[in-house]
């Protein structure tokens, strides 16, 4: 018995033995490692400044590319203003030049224009053109001056208004507008836009007179229309011409037809109106069998209109107050009686009767222009 318990005492003593051997070698490797983390740490110190050092200079080079790129930026920016001042200073001459070139055409006008054809001048120079746009009065006679050279030419070469011009344009083009030329030769600067663009308007005219004349009531309807325009633009004409012929005589009645404003004020209002066509009223001719009658009793009725019922009756403007009325009629005889050509036939009036309903005065007609009893609705 006293053995059994002396073995289990050394064999407990055995392994208690193993246990401590086996945690020792344990702690032997925990020391290693602490004797191996210790001779690494100068090591690691060393990496780490070894890093910081690193990133300072890619700093310190980041920080001089960025200064580089703004001193290049700011090279950039400098070159840029001097080439902006650059094409300142040529757009600034070149304005001075344009200006120079602008006024020496204004200085040289166009040709002296014909107002009628010469067939002998056949020769023309085709030169590039650039012209000043055609004023009023020098594109009127150089539309005259095509009509009539139209006429002059051969059958060939004339516009046909019963076709359409996309049909005649390159007949026109290649045959029409050379033999015009040759015509024309120097009398007038033009391009052949502007020659091309006179056909074209006069083909369209032409044309649509055509249209019309194929339906007897449009027909009927143009002419009452073109009779009322040719007469209110001869009128007009007329008595544009009497306003002169008073102005230059001081004429009395405009003395006594002047409102309270300055002569000056009076006399630029004056000639403003009658030179717009919304003051002058429509005459138009109507069937009236009293007053036809009254023509021939008179003798003053014209043998061209003796198998017609109709005269000319003056449609009032209700709105332009009595100065106007009385002035621009007074200005019409006046003129009437200063030209060569006489009225030909009779006007009838009658304010009372002959009324213009829709007509409203212009929107600057000044106050005294309009009647005192006009009510614009």
Avoid at 58 to 83: A, P, T, Y
Avoid at 120 to 138: A, F, G, I, N, Q
Avoid at 346 to 356: G, V
Wanted: glycine share 4%; charged share 35%; proline share 3%.
């Amino acid at each position: 018995m006293e053995a059994e318990v002396a073995l289990s005492y050394s064999h407990r003593q055995v392994i208690s033995l193993s246990r401590n051997r086996n945690r020792s070698s344990y702690a032997s490797r925990e020391d290693v490692l602490l004797n191996r983390n210790r001779k690494r740490t100068p090591h690691s110190s060393h990496r780490g400044n070894y890093l910081l050092n690193v990133r300072d200079i890619e700093r310190e080079r980041r920080e001089s590319n960025v200064g580089e790129e703004n001193h290049g930026r700011n090279k950039s920016r400098e070159r840029n203003l001097e080439e902006i001042s650059e094409l300142r200073t040529a757009i600034s001459d070149l304005g001075r030049e344009v200006r120079g070139l602008r006024q020496e055409k204004e200085d040289q006008p166009r040709t002296q224009h014909s107002w009628s054809p010469d067939p002998s001048s056949t020769r023309y120079t085709k030169v590039w053109k650039v012209l000043e746009p055609m004023d009023h009065e020098y594109k009127k006679a150089f539309r005259d001056e095509i009509v009539q050279i139209l006429k002059g030419l051969d059958d060939s070469l004339t516009i046909d208004h019963k076709n359409r011009w996309t049909d005649i344009e390159r007949h026109v083009t290649q045959d029409t507008i050379p033999a015009i030329k040759r015509v024309l030769g120097n009398k007038f600067q033009y391009t052949d836009i502007e020659l091309k663009k006179v056909l074209q308007n006069l083909h369209r005219h032409r044309r649509d007179a055509y249209n019309v004349s194929k339906d007897p009531l449009k027909s009927k309807v143009n002419k009452r229309r073109t009779g009322i325009n040719t007469r209110r633009k001869d009128k007009k004409e007329r008595r544009q011409r009497g306003f002169r012929h008073m102005l230059s005589r001081r004429d009395q009645k405009l003395t006594d037809l002047q409102p309270s404003i300055p002569w000056d004020d009076w006399i630029e209002g004056l000639e403003a109106i009658i030179n717009d066509s919304s003051y002058h009223s429509d005459e138009i001719s109507e069937s009236d069998e009293e007053k036809v009658q009254e023509e021939k009793n008179r003798n003053i009725r014209p043998s061209r209109n003796e198998n017609s019922n109709h005269v000319i009756h003056v449609y009032d403007k209700q709105w332009r107050s009595s100065k106007i009325r009385n002035f621009l009629r007074h200005a019409d005889l006046t003129g009437e009686s200063i030209q060569n050509i006489k009225v030909g036939r009779k006007r009838w009036y009658n304010d009372q009767l002959y009324i213009e309903n829709n007509s409203k005065p212009p929107r600057n007609a000044p106050a005294w222009a309009i009647s005192s009893s006009y009510r614009s609705e």
